[in-house]
């Protein structure tokens, strides 16, 4: 069956951005080289904050779009995977944030008493966590819900694509992939590696995110596990595991919380947040047989905050 539009790219920007298509009415195929399992989405510790993600303006847009949709599926968290959850933001402030920030219902400065040792200032939040695993799935899910399907397969030129799918309409959702494939040198990976450990009870996520620096404190829980982590290494392609950086995690996390110094370690991941010069790319543009392209890429360390957003500016570039 020929497609009205084609999607490449199976983590949470394309399946989000195919779901949006195909409940529009559009008949839609999503072709993804690997499984939403292996893509990076499946690795992200999914807290909902605009991190490391340009331009500003319409990522706050988009955020919040997103939100919005989040704290709906929250309703539902063990099918969607989406939970509200309370934490702080250490070494952050209200000023220090975009305007998207005054839209965020129960955002505020956080009292001398929430804090952690060593933290003189923050933000108390409750906002969406997401296991991404479980909502990848609900997307494959919902998406077959609405007629579309999902295959595996690699692509290597839009045109391609466009000629064995019949798509009118290509969407570029692949990630790191368009670095290659846009082709687009300005895109390059930032590094993350996460540890997971069995959870000694901790029900609030914490995070001690500087921007500038290439460690990260954070932790998040998730049903069955405790996320901690991080990195954000740049130009760095590496996706095996440091023992080392996993250690030195593990110590960061545990200078805020001693508990987690003791939990077991129940795996090692690394992803690669997909960061391009100049921020998001969504634009479109014409294939040389009169096709549509449209190319929502770049999303660096907020592709699951911006995902809705972003899907329904890509719907709307569709037509």
């Known amino acids: ?47 909902w904050w605009p991190y490391r993600i340009e331009p500003e303006a319409l990522a706050g847009a988009w955020a919040l779009e997103s939100l919005r949709v989040y704290g709906e599926l ?3 968290a063990e099918e969607t995977g989406v939970r ?19 839209k965020v219902d129960g955002l505020r400065t956080a009292e001398p008493g929430e804090l952690p040792s060593g933290y003189p200032a923050g933000l108390r939040a409750h906002i ?21 399907t999902l295959e595996r397969r690699v692509v290597t030129s839009f045109g391609q694509a466009q ?42 996520w914490f995070t001690a995110a500087d921007p500038a620096s290439a460690e990260t404190t954070y932790f998040f829980p998730q049903p069955g596990r405790l996320v ?6 740049e130009d760095v392609w590496s996706q095996e595991p440091d023992r080392a950086t996993a250690a030195a995690i593990v110590a960061r996390c545990a200078r805020v919380l001693p508990a987690i110094g003791d939990a077991r370690v129940l795996g090692h991941r690394v992803g690669l947040r997909p960061v391009r010069t100049g921020g998001v790319r969504l634009t479109s543009e014409r294939l040389p047989d009169g096709g549509l392209l449209i190319h929502s890429y770049g999303h660096g360390g907020a592709g699951v905050t911006v995902a809705w957003g972003c899907a329904r500016a890509a719907a709307a570039l569709a037509g």
Not at 84 to 102: N, T
């Open 228 to 233: 901690l982590g991080g990195t954000a290494d």
């Open 163 to 204: 000629a064995r799918s019949g798509a009118a309409v290509v969407v570029n959702c692949t990630g790191l992939g368009a670095r290659e494939l846009a082709p687009d040198p300005t895109l390059r990976p930032v590094r993350g590696q996460l540890v997971l450990v069995e959870n000694p009870g901790v029900t609030e």
């Open 1 to 47: 069956m020929n497609a009205d539009v084609l999607v490449l790219g199976g983590g949470v920007i394309g399946l989000t951005t195919a779901v949006v298509l195909a409940e529009s009415g559009r008949r839609v195929r999503v072709w993804s080289r690997e499984p939403a399992e292996a893509t990076t989405s499946a690795v992200a510790g999914a807290l």
């Open 128 to 148: 969406p966590l997401i296991d991404m695993p479980v909502h990848l799935r609900w997307l494959e899910q919902r998406l077959a819900e609405a007629g579309g």
């Open 84 to 102: 509200i959850v309370p934490g702080v933001h250490a070494d952050l402030r209200m000023e220090g944030l975009g305007a998207w920030a005054a």
């Open 74 to 76: 929250a309703a539902r």
